[in-house]
């Protein structure tokens, strides 16, 4: 019985007179193949479009509430995903998506390089691709793969250093190289896309790949938008993971660190370990790695759960932590752990590869392992 009613108390909110049930995971989808990302289109309430890892992308009907059996589109015979680290990563909807029909994916090519695609969905049966970015990582791993629009309507691009330990070609510092970097395109025209002014070359008035905003980045595994916020979970080496916040208006030009840098320290690896860099932006949030090993970043939420309002949620793929902060001021406040209460059958989720926000601003966590899709309620 004391089990029972500590287990409810936990399990309890309490403001005032008011009591409030914690929130908690309720599975939505499962029978996934190593489910790595989820969105829909702003505003939708229909579907919900789903990444699987080897290649395809699933549809969950909402107002059905199942998992449609054939994929939307299948393009497992293009996408490599031999390496835990590659295959179909990352999806973002035009924001024009109702009348334009277009969507994005980033993606490892048959030979490892890194796609960046257009698809436009003509009808359910004719969807088209045109691929607009295309180049070589030099390793299987740090593909990054996150990609969205932003709020200049621009598509913004995380890749990862290229792989292997250390960033051994120095990538994420190479203003010649789109590894480690967050790139930033118009891609509004019909067809190709374009440079949008204020990217690194003109801000910071040096010579780099026009399509290059900032540098600096190890494997930015999952970022996200909060207005005009931007938070990115940079996956460490041996000793920090790190949270990244900026604004908007300071991305342009901004360097966070790597490979000089391990969170705001100098790596620990002393023959490439240096000082901050010049436009260095340090992060708000750092973990050693006895509490995790690899971050997931995730989102700000936005739904209707009040007491969750304007906490962003993040975890650590290998030790399957679950934790939120509230950023103010500059400043990661309000630090909470949700191993607790984020449970499935009184057990941890595991290896979340990925957080989703639906239109409506509710939250997802994408368990890779597992194949399934937990929403957050109240």
Known sequence: MKRTITHLMLAL??????VTAAPRAEKLIDGLKRPVCMAAPAGSTDFLYILEQPGRVRLYDRQKKQLIDKPLLDLTDQVRSKSNEQGLLGIAFSPDFESDQRFYLNYTGTKGD???????????????????????QDFGNHNGGWLGFGPDGMLYIGTGDGGAANDPKARAQ?????LGKVLRIDVSAKTGYSIPKGNYAEVTKTEAKPEILSI???NPWRCSWDGDTFY????????HEEVNVVSHSKLAGANFGWRLREGNQPTPKKDIAGDRPENNIDPV?????????SITGG??????IKSLQGQYFYSDYAKSNIWSFTYKNGKATQHQSWNDHLTSQDKTIPSISSFALDPQGEMYMLSHHWGSIFKIVE
């Open 299 to 304: 989102y700000v939420y936005r739904g209707k």
């Open 174 to 178: 190479d203003l010649d190289s789109m």
């Open 13 to 18: 909110i309490v403001t005032g007179s008011s």
């Open 114 to 136: 890194t796609v960046i695609s257009r698809f436009t969905m003509n009808s359910a049966k004719d969807i088209t691709e045109e691929k607009l970015l295309q180049f070589n």
């Open 285 to 293: 949030h750092t973990y050693k790695r006895n509490d995790g090993l």
């Open 216 to 218: 600096g980045l190890r």
């Open 232 to 239: 990115i979970g940079d996956v460490g080496q041996n000793a």
